[in-house]
């Protein structure tokens, strides 16, 4: 599986966009490109995934370079409760299972 | 969208003693369910594949004597951690691929909201 590798910490002020970054630049072709979630004490939460273009949906938008080598989740007007460790996940097609790296531990403050 | 219940939240048990963590999937069926361990300031660990019907799989390094995994219907998946001792005491999470959010290809996971054990 491709590695990926995301800052450990990043802190943004609340209202503003939050833009995270992964690197994945041992991509295959038929890897996916998945953002979990996960608040305090909580489980995961899945947010967004992509193969090539840009997705967006209520939650965020993945935004993945033209070479698949990296890719940025954006949440346009971050929250408070947007605060949580963010994990950037790269599996193939067909497969279930996701292992999860650190991850970026997001801190939204006022 | 699909939920996936995760009980007990907390449980406190003696040492020695053995715990059952009940996972079900809601208003889809999950022929396979994920059981993941996380320890306090790290990531999740994938601890088995839970197959209904069928044994699970195990992680290398799992003792799969102790942690007893049983998926008897296409909703739910148990966890029994057997002889807890206080090294047990961790956050148990379970996960079930969503019916609908992949695209083509894709698998998405929906996970519990986690069981906290602590063994005394």
């Known amino acids: 599986d491709a590695k990926t590798t995301q800052p450990p910490s990043m802190d943004c002020a609340e209202g503003r966009a939050a833009n995270l970054p992964c690197n994945h630049s041992?991509?295959?072709?038929?890897?996916?490109v998945y953002w979990y979630r996960q608040i305090h004490s909580q489980g995961p939460q899945y947010i967004i995934h992509?193969?090539?273009n840009n997705e967006t949906n209520e939650m965020a938008s993945l935004i993945i370079t033209e070479d698949r080598k990296s890719s940025t989740l954006i949440l346009p007007h971050a929250t408070l409760r947007d605060t949580a460790v963010y994990y950037c996940i790269v599996r193939p097609g067909g497969s279930y299972i996701p292992t999860f790296g650190r991850g970026t531990s997001l801190i939204v403050h006022p | 969208g699909a939920v996936v219940s995760q009980h007990p939240s907390r449980v406190i048990c003696k040492s020695g003693t053995s715990v059952k963590i009940e996972c079900r999937s809601l208003?889809?069926?999950?022929?396979?369910m994920f059981w993941y361990r996380q320890f306090p300031k790290q990531s999740l660990m994938l601890m088995a594949t839970s197959n209904e019907g069928s044994k699970a799989t195990y992680e290398q390094g799992v003792e799969k004597d102790k942690f007893l995994i049983n998926h008897a219907s296409l909703t739910l998946s148990t966890l029994t951690v057997t002889s807890a001792h206080p090294e047990d005491s961790s956050f148990y999470i379970c996960s079930a691929s969503s019916p609908g959010q992949g695209s083509s290809g894709a698998n998405v996971l929906t996970f519990g909201a986690g069981s906290r054990l602590t063994v005394l």
């Open positions: 992509g193969l090539k």
């Open positions: 208003d889809f069926q999950a022929t396979t």
């Open positions: 041992t991509i295959s072709g038929n890897e996916y």
